[in-house]
């Protein structure tokens, strides 16, 4: 009797935790401007344009004092984070945009399906994930890792990356900055990193050191999937392209 009882209590307690975990969606599709600055839902997901393509896109802003658990943006909606809290994850699909000026993601950011995302500030706590021929800025802020795939481009001038720098099927990292290496080898403008780590049987690894574009330290594992044209390249801060150019030019003129 005992046990049933217990039984019992613990599927009262799982239908209870169910219903308060329990996410409401909300649909924004009417092609204007709103803007988020309160706890309203702080427990539920935001689609913008799921259903409906506006010109332009539904826009939506999260500000300091807002919060959210989940948004989902398609059909050139956009969304601006200039702060306050994304409870759990955003995904970016259907060549919509995002832009990171401040705020917090508790758990990931993925861009999808042609999509643009571009990080300022604020922190993005799990993965960042870009793929489906996604274009991605980084040039401040924190992201855990960074996982890219099929077709993405990925530019890298700040900020800092938490965790691993992982390359997958013809996806592409950029590298802005200066002064970087791996193994010991210093690297130059245009370098594959294809050509400096170390080849495995699937992939190709090693870690990357350097400055970037803002002057934040990059010390980082990378891995690079051998079978794919993937790749992390190395770009020169903007006063080594200009030295670049500059010497170019006279090397044309002594000619």
């Given at each position: 009797?005992?046990?049933?009882?217990?039984?019992?209590?613990?599927?009262?307690?799982?239908?209870?935790a169910?219903?308060?975990?329990?996410i409401?969606?909300v649909?924004?599709?009417d092609?204007?401007?709103?803007l988020?600055?309160?706890n309203?839902?702080?427990?539920?997901e935001?689609r913008?344009?799921?259903?409906?393509?506006?010109?332009?896109?539904?826009h939506?802003?999260?500000?300091?004092?807002?919060?959210i658990?989940?948004?989902?943006?398609?059909?050139?909606?956009t969304?601006?984070?200039?702060?306050?809290?994304?409870?759990?994850s955003?995904?970016?699909?259907?060549r919509?945009t995002?832009t990171?000026?401040?705020?917090?993601?508790h758990?990931e950011?993925?861009a999808?399906d042609n999509s643009t995302v571009?990080?300022?500030?604020?922190?993005?706590?799990?993965?960042?994930?870009?793929?489906n021929?996604?274009?991605v800025?980084i040039?401040?802020g924190?992201?855990?890792?960074l996982?890219t795939?099929?077709?993405?481009?990925v530019?890298?001038?700040?900020g800092s990356?938490?965790?691993l720098?992982?390359?997958?099927d013809?996806?592409i990292?950029?590298?802005?900055g200066?002064?970087?290496?791996?193994?010991?080898?210093?690297?130059?403008y245009?370098?594959?990193?294809?050509?400096?780590?170390?080849?495995g049987?699937?992939?190709i690894?090693?870690?990357?050191?350097?400055?970037?574009?803002?002057?934040?330290?990059?010390?980082?594992?990378f891995t690079?999937?051998?079978a794919y044209s993937?790749?992390?390249?190395?770009?020169p801060?903007p006063?080594t392209?200009?030295l670049?150019?500059?010497?170019?030019l006279?090397l044309?003129k002594?000619?």
């Amino acid at each position: 009797m005992r046990a049933e009882s217990t039984l019992i209590l613990g599927v009262i307690l799982v239908c209870l935790a169910s219903r308060v975990m329990a996410i409401i969606i909300v649909d924004i599709d009417d092609g204007g401007n709103h803007l988020l600055n309160d706890n309203t839902y702080q427990d539920d997901e935001i689609r913008l344009d799921y259903f409906t393509t506006n010109d332009p896109g539904t826009h939506l802003e999260l500000t300091d004092s807002g919060s959210i658990y989940n948004l989902t943006t398609y059909n050139k909606s956009t969304a601006e984070i200039n702060g306050g809290v994304v409870g759990s994850s955003i995904g970016v699909y259907d060549r919509s945009t995002l832009t990171v000026n401040d705020g917090s993601i508790h758990s990931e950011l993925g861009a999808h399906d042609n999509s643009t995302v571009n990080i300022t500030s604020g922190s993005i706590r799990g993965v960042l994930h870009a793929g489906n021929s996604s274009i991605v800025e980084i040039s401040g802020g924190s992201v855990g890792h960074l996982n890219t795939w099929n077709n993405s481009t990925v530019t890298v001038s700040g900020g800092s990356i938490d965790g691993l720098l992982c390359v997958d099927d013809n996806s592409i990292i950029y590298l802005y900055g200066s002064d970087f290496s791996v193994a010991g080898q210093s690297l130059n403008y245009g370098d594959s990193l294809r050509d400096y780590g170390t080849v495995g049987d699937s992939v190709i690894t090693g870690t990357i050191t350097g400055i970037l574009q803002d002057g934040s330290a990059l010390d980082k594992y990378f891995t690079i999937r051998k079978a794919y044209s993937a790749d992390i390249v190395i770009v020169p801060e903007p006063a080594t392209l200009l030295l670049l150019g500059f010497g170019s030019l006279l090397l044309r003129k002594k000619r």
